[in-house]
């Protein structure tokens, strides 16, 4: 699939396996894990970041094989979920850090670009979010506000 704005094609990464088996030198079990990401969550760690820390400091190759359910719905569960979607609050801090830039090199008009870029990834991401029930239908992105709340 091409990127959003290159029209070049996308990273190239490493793949889960298809076949889903359970490791068997992994020590945790279900109730351990979700006490485990429970407590990275009320630490103020975002779902990716509780899913690095659970790869590179417990061991634990996949929580769906263990649990069967993503970390976003267990923090989900456990009412531990954020106000808005991680990748929605990583736009924002992006366009953020860009005004800020441009507020200081008015002539750079490569950050004036990403500015504009940034805008629209956010615009798709709100329509998106909006219509999967994520925000509010009569949510309107304001950057002062936001800037406030995710500041």
Known sequence: ???MHSRRKGKSGSTKPLT???VTWQS???KELRQIIVKLAKEQKTASQIGLILRDSYGVPDTRETTKKKIT????ENKLLAEFPEDF???IRREIALVKHLEKNKKDMTAKRGLQLTESKLQSLTNYYKKTGKLPADWKYDREKVRLLIG
Do not use: G, S
Not at 73 to 76: A, E, R, S, T, V
């Open 1 to 3: 699939m091409a990127r």
């Open 20 to 22: 889903t088996k359970k």
């Open 28 to 30: 945790y079990d279900e």
């Open 73 to 76: 719905n267990i923090l989900k």
């Open 89 to 91: 609050t990583n736009l």
